[in-house]
């Protein structure tokens, strides 16, 4: 069996499909099978699929799910059944580079030495583009300014930092899901969690991808204006989200609680239940832990909508 499985959530990604499976084929590492679950298409995405798993039978793998489960479930049951000692996660509609795998695979090996036998993810940079491959940015994070340095439980809490595209996952860590969340916002930023509560969580400051951003991504890059921006005309909305992230951590002390140590139990209640404070505890709380964004455009907003 290969040593990676990568593992793709498609979706109605006929579009850009045969571009993104034909990075992977250029890639330096070879070592790989493409395990590929498809959530109920229904344009040309499982013809697209067929037809390069008849061209290369030994390295396509694809399964159809009885139900609709949404992109977050469709992934973490998909890296949970994947056969691979370590898993990346990949978006139907990007293209990587050439040596994507290869980089990623070495870092992870180096983290792992660090780290022992725990969970580990990894995560690297990625290029923002259109729909036809022109530069956005050179940098995701430099164009969203994001601060990945700032990976633990309090900070990842109330801000992903992660791109799923650009991640990879042990084996350890996958073993760590053994209750499928109903409340995870997003599959990376569940297992980024899992990372930084029982393992590592480590960043690679490399480009390793193009990030295509396209009117259907469920989950894409805009400049720090623009977010700043929707966030102030959406207030009720980013309220909204930010009871979702609540709802989020909840549901992972829920989860874990039996193998956490005291002190992130504490983090987890006090920021699952920070809504149910009065005004002046809810900020308490943002202080005495850190449940701080990046930067203080974002702090000014989390401060005002706790």
């Not at 045969?18 to 493409?34: A, G, H, P, V």
């Not at 390069?52 to 059944?81: M, S």
Request: aromatic share 14%.
């Amino acid at each position: 069996m290969a040593e990676v499985s990568i593992v793709m959530a498609t979706y109605n990604g006929a579009a850009y499909l045969e571009e993104q499976i034909e990075s992977l084929f250029k890639n330096t590492y070879t070592d790989w099978i493409l395990e590929v679950t498809d959530d109920g298409s229904t344009d040309k995405t499982l013809e697209i699929l067929e037809k390069f798993q008849q061209r290369y039978p030994d390295k396509i793998i694809i399964y159809c799910n009885y139900e609709q489960l949404g992109a977050t479930r469709n992934f973490l049951e998909a890296a949970v059944r994947a056969k691979g000692n370590y898993v990346m996660f990949c978006d139907q509609d990007d293209v990587w580079l050439p040596d994507k795998i290869e980089k990623t695979l070495a870092f992870m090996k180096e983290r792992e030495k660090i780290a022992g036998n725990v969970p580990v993810a990894v995560f690297t940079d990625a290029k923002p583009v259109d729909a036809v491959l022109r530069t956005i940015h050179e940098s995701f994070f430099a164009y969203n300014v994001l601060d990945v340095t700032k990976t633990d439980l309090p900070h990842l809490l109330i801000e992903n930092k992660v791109i799923g595209c650009t991640t990879m996952v042990n084996r350890n860590l996958l073993n760590r899901i053994t209750d499928f969340p109903n409340c995870a916002r997003f599959h990376d930023w569940w297992v980024a969690l899992i990372a930084s509560v029982f393992g590592d969580l480590a960043y690679l400051d490399e480009v390793t991808m193009l990030y295509r951003q396209h009117g259907s991504n469920v989950v894409g890059s805009q400049s720090f204006f623009s977010y700043l921006i929707d966030r102030i005309k959406n207030i009720k909305v980013q309220r909204n989200a930010l009871i979702k992230t609540e709802k989020q951590a909840w549901e992972f002390y829920e989860i874990y609680k039996k193998y956490i140590l005291e002190e992130q139990a504490q983090i987890l209640q006090d920021f699952a239940y920070i809504h149910g404070q009065n005004w002046i505890e809810r900020r308490d709380r943002l202080f005495r832990h850190g449940f701080w964004k990046t930067g203080k455009a974002r702090n000014i907003g989390v401060f005002f909508l706790i």
